[in-house]
């Protein structure tokens, strides 16, 4: 209605102008559980463009665990962690967690989003700083600003710029922020760098770990075990749940200290109702998995291996990565749309990334490989990528 009576609230414009720039998102609905090959709107594809990346999120195991749980614990778990939501699924999980990470405890949150909300705005406010890698996922944006502290964004992976604006930041409490692994770029951040200036500053590190839990570092327990870095490097560790893990939601791990701060003033934690308790009874048979089960982290290395091989002999420049997240820059919003929808025909699902969720001028197709994919999928994905773009530059 508001649309109809306040020309100011014309929101018909302003969807058809993401229209005109190709910047308009739809969604399409999947009819079969996560996996290599999905079924999508009644079509069978091919999947490249989930963060499944250990092919777990439909693991008969992991099927069974929630099975159990849900009989046992039912779906709701009827309040927050601080009432009476906080079910013994929960307990043991973040006790596994912190075992997992090398940690003294861990934290439960509903989100990724919701976890970097709570820690940032709980550690931070008023007359502190936070220091953010540019392409820093949007929920790290949104937790600083939240904070109401002073937000200083340094240039992407650039220690150097990062160490300049910290010499002349006249914050009481300082917070260094950054992913492990980019979401969108796929490569990794230069944490010991990070460390060393962190410590020389006296300032907190914290890292977004979603996309690096499960898969990097010898045990997958993520890119602080990539570089050796200790819970006294790196204070604050954010990972996801439904990435690498194959379930949903998210945790911080840290010190004692940091985790019962978090209980008391993280408000995310406080004021939202708790996982159902078998979401967290499957989790702990996906972190068993893990351990277990080294050869899907080894597979999935060999096939991103292969596929970068693949792309540089047929001239596919594709962005610096040793990570599941290998992204074609097309670099026009229209083209990488283009170039997705050739694909889709082809029995291919991989999405096309466009501003605001990277700058403007490099859209991407974000391919991503996950322990489901055999060789002969990165095969046919490289056949079908060739045609595409040929297809799409003769157009």
Same mark, same amino acid.
């Given at each position: 209605m508001a649309d109809l009576l306040n020309p100011s609230f014309n929101l018909a414009e302003g969807l058809a102008a993401k229209k005109q720039q190709h910047l308009y998102r739809t969604r399409i609905e999947v009819e079969s559980p996560q996996s290599a090959e999905i079924r999508v709107e009644g079509r069978d594809y091919l999947n490249f463009c989930s963060n499944d990346y250990l092919g777990l999120a439909n693991h008969p195991d992991l099927v069974q665990s929630f099975k159990t749980a849900a009989d046992t614990c039912g779906v709701g778990s009827g309040a927050s962690h601080l009432i009476n939501g906080h079910s013994s699924a929960h307990q043991n999980l973040e006790l596994e967690l912190a075992e997992f990470?090398?940690?003294?405890?861990? &934290?439960?949150?509903?989100?990724?989003?919701m976890a970097n909300l709570g820690v940032i705005s709980a550690l931070c406010g008023r007359n502190d700083a936070v220091f953010e890698d540019r392409l820093n996922h949007a929920?790290?944006?949104?937790?600083?600003?939240?904070?109401?502290?002073?937000?200083?964004?340094?240039?992407?992976?650039?220690?150097?710029?990062?160490?300049?604006?910290?010499?002349?930041?006249?914050?009481?409490?300082?917070?260094?922020?950054?992913?492990?692994?980019?979401? /969108?770029?796929?490569?990794?951040?230069?944490?010991?760098?990070?460390?060393?200036?962190?410590?020389?500053?006296?300032?907190? &590190? /914290?890292?977004?770990?979603?996309?690096?839990?499960?898969?990097?570092?010898?045990?997958?327990t993520g890119t602080l075990e990539q570089f050796n870095l200790s819970e006294q490097d790196v204070p604050v560790l954010m990972g996801t749940l439904g990435k690498a893990l194959g379930t949903f939601g998210a945790f911080i791990a840290g010190s004692e200290e940091?985790?019962?701060?978090?209980?008391?003033?993280?408000?995310?934690y406080i004021y939202t109702t708790a996982l159902p308790p078998a979401v967290a009874a499957a989790t702990r048979t996906s972190l068993g998995l893990i351990k277990t089960e080294a050869w899907r982290r080894q597979h999935?290395?060999?096939?991103?291996?292969?596929?970068?091989?693949?792309?540089?002999?047929?001239?596919?420049?594709?962005?610096?990565?040793?990570?599941?997240?290998?992204?074609?820059?097309?670099?026009?919003?229209?083209?990488?749309?283009?170039?997705?929808?050739?694909?889709?025909?082809k029995g291919f699902l991989i999405s096309?990334?466009?501003?605001?969720?990277?700058?403007?001028?490099?859209?991407?197709?974000?391919?991503? &490989?996950?322990?489901?994919?055999?060789?002969?999928?990165?095969?046919?994905?490289?056949e079908a990528l060739e045609q595409a773009c040929k297809a799409e530059r003769e157009t």
């Open positions: 990470t090398g940690r003294d405890r861990a &934290l439960l949150f509903s989100t990724g989003y929920s790290l944006i949104d937790a600083a600003i939240l904070s109401r502290a002073t937000l200083k964004r340094y240039r992407h992976n650039d220690v150097a710029h990062l160490e300049e604006t910290l010499s002349i930041s006249k914050g009481n409490r300082k917070l260094i922020v950054t992913d492990g692994v980019f979401s /969108m770029d796929g490569d990794i951040a230069p944490m010991a760098g990070l460390a060393t200036v962190a410590k020389q500053h006296q300032a907190w &590190l /914290m890292v977004d770990d979603a996309h690096g839990i499960g898969f990097l570092g010898e045990q997958g940091l985790i019962e701060t978090l209980i008391q003033n993280a408000r995310t999935l290395t060999e096939l991103i291996s292969a596929f970068r091989t693949g792309a540089e002999q047929l001239g596919l420049a594709l962005m610096p990565s040793i990570t599941p997240i290998q992204p074609l820059q097309i670099g026009d919003a229209a083209r990488a749309m283009a170039i997705s929808e050739q694909l889709r025909q096309a990334i466009r501003p605001p969720t990277v700058p403007e001028g490099t859209s991407r197709l974000r391919i991503t &490989l996950t322990a489901g994919h055999s060789h002969q999928h990165i095969e046919a994905l490289l």
